[in-house]
């Protein structure tokens, strides 16, 4: 459990489910509930075993025990409530809503309620029960009171996270517009939309939008208004005055909120507010050496006004789109003298760096891919060492190894002619390939490997597939690293069925055609799946994380594609998609 609590920090459902089912299932109940206390009403968090009806009934009003109901007496005395007969309790008796549903509804007959506190002070209450009158032991109720006390660590864990991402979340809002000052030097816009978005949604406002005074910048940004309506929010002209909040940022220069448009006599446009429909408004100045040079307005759609730590955080918005509008005139300047040299310098730091990726990355191939044909001879000298051992020497062992060391010389020697090629000119050494075959050379290679680990494989290989163009050895390499993958992939299967599944169709009708690899392993995190292509990213713990990003760069130089999905039960699906040949060449293949 307290693995549990540790991996799933900051989400307390995982904990939840995993104490309730733990509890009623080591304290032999039937069903059990958590909730938390927010001063006024329990409200359902977790269930376990509870009839949907119950749940719902729960859900739909906050739960307000009476003083003399079981909650009620466990809230009122912060001690565990254990009631024998649930339906012989007053409560239930004199017809009490919360525990006639929980008899009639849930079924519960015995019921042990434990409170949840953190320093005497409430947090909620965490219940089981039992569909029978049976009363739990003392042991019982010491292990509920256990996991009550684990519930209130992943509570704890849950607000310091909450806590922690506010604070995150600004610190990392700031890093996020200085990251877009510095990478969009000569884009304004790009700054101005990223910082009113930011001020919008960290500041828990509807509308938000950029105002400038086009003598230092003409630049204009918006957020949340509908795109019929973007022209309202273009038409506030910034210019001293009262009718207007803008206005009055720009004639006080500071900022000005009004809590709502509506009571406010000064105010001027009525038409752009019932068109949007705002109430409540702050803006904050964009101040140049005291001097506003725009402003930064946030709207609410009802009243309520902005905090002062808020209207805080938009001013510190406010003065990043300054360095941002201040960064833009400067590199302006720059930019007319030095464009053409930074073109000059990009074009050489390009090729210079395109030339040490080839290098790094041919080094690289060749250390991961002739490691494991290396390997392969290593594993069949020693076999074969072991079998001239024996007494007889096994002549038929020894002569397999050493057919399998001939093979796998002849793999690595065929390695380095695939990554010259891979690395030279494109479409060296292409012939016209039939992808059934490779499919099939590639199982038969790996037999042995299939066979150790019991592996079942199924082919499910179109006939009449139509050919390919392409490099033999190299697509040879791209099929035996998938299959390799989903063997070693399948190695943490302990309790199920090993199944590697190839397939080879027609894509949609088009003139291209689908090899697919599937196997029955425990999948891929959905978060790692966008990444799993790149260079030096492994899910491997030995991993180079070259193999996939080889592949993948294979299938590009084929005019293809290589993409990786979860399986439809389990599993991972690795397939790509080559362009078949021309008809002309399918009429000269038939012929």
């Known amino acids: 459990m307290l693995k549990l609590i540790s991996s799933s920090f900051g989400d307390p459902q995982p904990v939840f489910a995993s104490i309730l089912a733990s509890a009623v299932r080591i304290c032999d109940a039937d069903n059990g509930v958590i909730s938390r206390w927010d001063g006024n009403a329990l409200h359902l968090v977790a269930t376990h075993n509870m009839p949907q009806a119950f749940i719902e009934l729960r859900e739909q009003s906050p739960y307000r025990p009476l003083r003399h109901s079981p909650s009620g007496r466990m809230l009122a005395t912060g001690m565990l409530v254990h009631i024998a007969d649930l339906a012989a309790d007053p409560a239930y008796l004199e017809g009490d809503a919360p525990p006639v549903a929980a008899v009639e509804i849930g079924g519960i007959r015995t019921m042990l309620a434990v409170p949840l506190l953190k320093d005497s002070e409430l947090m909620g209450s965490l219940s089981i029960g039992r569909k029978e ?99 309202v929010a273009s038409n506030v002209v910034f210019e001293p005055g009262r009718g207007t909040i803008v206005g009055r940022v720009a004639l006080e220069a500071k900022p000005v909120q009004v809590a709502d448009v509506l009571g406010d006599p000064e105010y001027t446009l009525h038409e752009a507010q019932q068109r949007v429909g705002y109430r409540t408004v702050l803006a904050v100045p964009l101040l140049r050496e005291s001097h506003p ?213 027609r894509h949609d009708g088009r003139d291209e055609i689908v090899v697919a690899i599937e196997d029955s392993g425990p999948g891929i995190d959905p978060e790692k799946l966008d990444g799993i292509f790149d260079a030096f990213v492994s899910t491997k713990p030995q991993g180079m994380g070259l193999g996939l990003a080889i592949c993948r760069m294979i299938i590009d130089r084929h005019g293809g594609q290589l993409s990786a999905s979860s399986g439809k039960r389990r599993g991972a699906v690795f397939q790509f998609i080559l362009p078949r040949q021309s008809v002309d060449s399918d009429a000269a293949r038939s012929e």
């Open 133 to 231: 009158v049976r009363p739990f032991a003392d042991e019982q109720i010491e292990i509920v009171q256990n996991f009550a006390t684990q519930a209130i660590v992943a509570i704890q864990n849950a607000q310091l996270l909450h806590e922690l991402r506010q604070t995150l979340q600004e610190q990392s809002a700031a890093a996020d517009v200085l990251k877009i000052i510095s990478r969009s030097a000569f884009n304004l816009q790009a700054v101005l939309d990223t910082v009113v978005e930011l001020a919008a949604r960290l500041c828990d406002a509807d509308l938000a939008a950029v105002y400038a005074n086009p003598g230092y910048f003409r630049a204009f940004a918006t957020y949340g208004f509908p795109t019929s309506h973007r022209e």
């Open 293 to 505: 040079i725009g402003a930064i307005s946030l709207m609410r759609v009802t009243v309520r006004p902005f905090t002062d730590k808020q209207i805080e955080l938009a001013q510190n918005f406010a003065d990043q789109a300054v360095i941002a509008i201040e960064n833009t005139r400067l590199i302006a300047e720059l930019r007319q003298r030095t464009e053409e040299l930074g073109r000059s310098l990009a074009d050489l730091q390009r090729e210079r760096d395109n030339k040490l990726m080839n290098l790094e990355a041919m080094a690289a191939s060749i250390a991961h891919e002739v490691r494991q044909p290396l390997s392969a001879i290593a594993t069949s000298g020693n076999a074969a060492l072991r079998f001239l051992g024996r007494t007889p020497p096994d002549h038929k062992e020894v002569r397999s190894s050493l057919s399998r060391i001939i093979t796998n010389s002849h793999r690595a020697s065929q390695v380095f002619d695939n990554i010259r090629t891979l690395f030279g000119k494109v479409d060296k050494g292409h012939e016209l390939i039939d992808m059934n075959e490779i499919v099939l050379e590639v199982l038969h290679t790996l037999r042995g490997e299939l066979k150790d680990r019991v592996i079942t494989v199924r082919t499910e290989l179109t006939s009449q597939l139509p050919l390919v163009m392409g490099h033999r050895g190299q697509l040879h390499e791209v099929l035996l690293n998938l299959v390799r993958n989903a063997i070693e992939a399948m190695d943490a299967i302990k309790d199920g069925r090993r199944v590697l599944q190839a397939r080879t169709e």
